[in-house]
C-alpha cells in the first residue's frame, strides 16, 4: 500500500493529538475556587402601617413644601409669615412609591400666577416615596397654610 507523505503527516499528527487530549483527561485540572457572588442587599418590605406611610409622606415632602413656601413668598414679601397663601395637595402613591400623575392635584389659594411657584409644585411630582402595600391617598383634607 502506498501513503502519500503528507497523508502519513496527518495520520501522525492525529495520532499525536489524540494521545495528548488522552494524557490530560487521565490529570485532573486544578479547580479555581468559586468567585463568591455579590450580596445584594435585602429588599425592603413594603410599608403597610398608616402611621409609618404618613411619617414617610411628611419627611419626604419637608424640603418640597419649604421650596414651594419660599416661592411664593418671593412673589410679595409683604405675605412673610401672615398664612396668606393656602396650599392643598391632592394625590395617589403607587404601590412603586412614585406619584400618580394622573391623580395629581394642587391647589394654591390665592392662585400666585407665577412661574417659580409652578415649578416647585412640579417638582412634587419627582418625589419618590418609599414603596408600600397599597395605594396610598394624599387627599384634600391634608392642607397646608403657608
Known amino acids: 500500500m502506498l501513503i502519500k507523505e503528507s497523508t502519513f503527516r496527518r495520520i501522525i499528527r492525529e495520532e499525536a493529538r489524540r494521545a495528548l487530549r ?31 406611610i404618613e411619617t414617610m409622606v411628611k419627611k419626604r415632602l419637608a424640603s418640597q413644601l419649604q ?4 416661592a411664593l413668598l418671593k412673589i410679595d414679601e409683604n405675605l412673610v409669615g401672615t398664612g396668606a397663601y393656602k ?47 397599597a395605594p396610598y391617598v394624599i387627599g384634600p383634607d391634608r392642607s397646608m397654610i403657608l
Request: glycine content about 2%.
Open 22 to 52: 488522552e494524557d490530560d483527561a487521565a490529570v485532573p485540572t486544578p479547580v479555581a475556587a468559586p468567585v463568591a457572588a455579590p450580596v445584594a442587599a435585602p429588599a425592603k418590605p413594603p410599608l403597610t402601617d398608616p402611621a409609618l
Open 67 to 70: 421650596t414651594i413656601k419660599e
Open 87 to 133: 396650599l392643598r395637595l391632592d394625590f395617589t402613591i403607587l404601590t412603586t412609591g412614585l406619584i400618580d400623575r394622573n391623580t395629581f392635584n394642587c391647589r394654591i389659594e390665592p392662585d400666585p400666577g407665577n412661574e417659580k411657584a409652578v415649578a416647585a409644585v412640579k417638582m412634587l411630582l419627582y418625589t419618590r416615596f418609599d414603596p408600600i402595600a
